[in-house]
C-alpha cells in the first residue's frame, strides 16, 4: 500500500468528518471548526493521508481514498498536535506515524516544544506518541465534550544536535 500525504483543503471536508464520526464520536469536530483551522494558514497546518486504488486488469483505477488526517497549531513558542486520526480498518499499518513525523518535522522548524492531548484510554496512540519522544506532563478531567473522557497531556522538546567542542570525553 502507498500512502500520500497532501495539504488539507475545504473540500477534504466531508471525507475528514466522516473519518470524525468513525474514529472521535460523541467527542467530533465540526465542520465550522475544520473550516476555522484552514483558515488560518499562518499557524496551520493540516495533512491529509491517501492511498491510490489501484486497478487490475478488468478494473479502472478509483479516486484516492482518505485514510487518516493530521493537523498541528504551531507558535514560535510552542506547537500543538491538534488531531491525528487514522480509519480503524488501517490502524497499525504506520499511517499514523507517517502523519505524526510529518507534523513534528513541521512543529520542529517553527517551535522548540509540541504539546497534545490524547484520550486517557486510547493505549495505541499513547504508545505512538511516547516513540516519538513525548512524555506525559498531567492530566485533564473531563476535557473530552460531550463524553466527558480524561486527556493525557504530553510534550515533547526539539532535540538539538549536540556539538563536541573541546576536550570531552568520546
Given at each position: 500500500?502507498?500512502?500520500?500525504?497532501?495539504?488539507?483543503?475545504?473540500?477534504?471536508?466531508?471525507?475528514?468528518?466522516?473519518?470524525?464520526?468513525?474514529?472521535?464520536?460523541?467527542?467530533?469536530?465540526?465542520?465550522?471548526?475544520?473550516?476555522?483551522?484552514?483558515?488560518?494558514?499562518?499557524?496551520?497546518?493540516?495533512?491529509?493521508?491517501?492511498?491510490?486504488?489501484?486497478a487490475d486488469?478488468?478494473?479502472?483505477?478509483?479516486?484516492p481514498v482518505?485514510?487518516?488526517?493530521?493537523?498541528?497549531?504551531?507558535?514560535?513558542?510552542?506547537?500543538?498536535?491538534?488531531?491525528?486520526?487514522?480509519?480503524?480498518?488501517?490502524?497499525?499499518?504506520?499511517?499514523?506515524?507517517?502523519?505524526?513525523?510529518?507534523?513534528?518535522?513541521?512543529?520542529?522548524?517553527?517551535s522548540p516544544?509540541?504539546?497534545?492531548?490524547?484520550?486517557?484510554?486510547?493505549?495505541?496512540?499513547?504508545?505512538?506518541?511516547?516513540?516519538?519522544?513525548?512524555?506525559?506532563?498531567?492530566?485533564?478531567?473531563?476535557?473530552?465534550?460531550?463524553?466527558?473522557?480524561?486527556?493525557?497531556?504530553?510534550?515533547?522538546?526539539?532535540?538539538?544536535?549536540?556539538?563536541?567542542?573541546?576536550?570531552?570525553?568520546?
Open positions: 500500500m502507498t500512502v500520500t500525504l497532501r495539504p488539507m483543503t475545504l473540500d477534504d471536508l466531508p471525507e475528514v468528518m466522516r473519518l470524525e464520526e468513525e474514529l472521535f464520536a460523541p467527542d467530533t469536530w465540526t465542520v465550522a471548526m475544520y473550516r476555522d483551522e484552514l483558515s488560518r494558514s499562518d499557524t496551520r497546518y493540516y495533512l491529509v493521508a491517501e492511498f491510490g486504488v489501484t486488469e478488468d478494473e479502472p483505477a478509483g479516486p482518505m485514510v487518516g488526517y493530521g493537523g498541528l497549531i504551531a507558535y514560535d513558542d510552542e506547537a500543538h498536535v491538534a488531531t491525528l486520526g487514522v480509519t480503524r480498518a488501517l490502524q497499525g499499518e504506520g499511517i499514523g506515524s507517517l502523519l505524526l513525523d510529518a507534523l513534528l518535522a513541521e512543529a520542529d522548524r517553527r516544544v509540541v504539546l497534545l492531548e490524547v484520550r486517557a484510554d486510547n493505549a495505541a496512540a499513547q504508545h505512538l506518541y511516547r516513540r516519538r519522544g513525548f512524555v506525559e506532563i498531567g492530566r485533564r478531567r473531563g476535557y473530552y465534550q460531550p463524553s466527558g473522557a480524561d486527556a493525557v497531556v504530553m510534550r515533547r522538546k526539539r532535540v538539538r544536535a549536540l556539538s563536541r567542542i573541546g576536550g570531552g570525553r568520546g
